[in-house]
């Protein structure tokens, strides 16, 4: 078995080598792998050092898994020839969410429309998947009618030139902005590039792929998304409305039992979900569940997820653990 981890000297990429270490999926190679500029670079991996290689190297190798977090544009012209060369390529950008033909995948939730005919895998986005995670099982139990989504997302969701902006900015230090503005003591509703229905590509990602990972299209669903000073998380404030009859205390009950989810949800001793308590963890949280006293059928939730572990690295992984497990990767030697 052999593993590229494409675009492993990003913030995800390292992310992913750091789980990867920590989760058994047995015996095999690891390949690491980035842009010509990263050319003459080294990984660490289990106490070893590793050459960072080329695409057309690694292609040469034959990996049986790639694992991409490089952005969409080397996921377009690089994950088809991977496939083509025998490896299944889980992707992490945006490139091939919505394509009919390419799985949108939560392992825990739809890991069962996964064959081994899928040569690429898209990896949802971060704070789809920590919301996503918490309304499936409701969605399963009460039917959910509309989603109201506000995220407050992490300057690491944008890449290391963001945080290096975040940091700077309380050193003073003048450096290269991420940012049309500054990231700290501030926040601004933008995320992703602006388009003509006045809606972020963020924010409409949110509504697609909700509904494509629930396999509901009926789902209505509206969101604005938030960048917010902090590098623990993604946190999101969620108003759903469902079809059936629900209550705080049976929500709590089914998502307390629902793998990966986390209630923190105690008001009376402060104890609800922050991003800076998710960071380095895998489950996703939920608190703050009450009835909204303004429409029947309605909760509201505030979720936070660590969007570098579960928001992309995990569930990557997890994504090609699922495919180990259910013997869906063909043997590439």
Known sequence: MKIAVVGATGLVGREMLKVLEERNLGSYTLLPVASPKSAGK???????????????????????????????????????????????????SSAWRMN????????EINGNVLTAKDKIIANPNCSTIGIVAVMAPLHKRYRIKRLVIST?????????????????????????????????????????NFLPNGYTSEEVKLVN?????????????????VRVPVTGGHSAAVNAEFILPINPADA???????????????????????????????EVFVGRIRIDESLPNTLNLFIVTDNLRKGAATNAIQIAQYLMSHNLIMDNS
């Open 252 to 282: 709590r009950k089914i998502l307390s039992e629902t793998e990966g989810i986390v209630v923190q949800d105690d008001p009376a001793n402060n104890i609800y979900p922050m991003p800076l308590y998710s960071r380095g963890k895998d």
């Open 209 to 225: 792929e909700t509904r494509k990972i629930l396999s509901d299209q009926s789902l209505l669903i509206t969101s604005t998304v």
């Open 42 to 92: 080294t990984v660490t991996f289990n106490g070893k050092e590793y050459k960072v290689l080329m695409h057309d190297e690694t292609i040469k190798e034959k990996p049986d898994i790639a694992i991409f977090s490089a952005g969409g544009s080397t996921s377009l012209e690089w994950a088809p020839k991977y496939a083509a060369a025998g490896a299944t390529v889980i992707d992490n």
């Open 152 to 192: 407050y997302q992490s300057v690491t969701g944008t890449g290391i030139k963001a945080v290096r902006q975040l940091e700077n900015e309380r050193k003073g230090i003048t450096g290269e902005l991420a940012y049309p503005y500054p990231i700290d003591l501030n926040l601004f509703p933008h995320g992703g």
């Open 100 to 107: 009919d033909d390419i799985p949108l995948v939560i392992p």
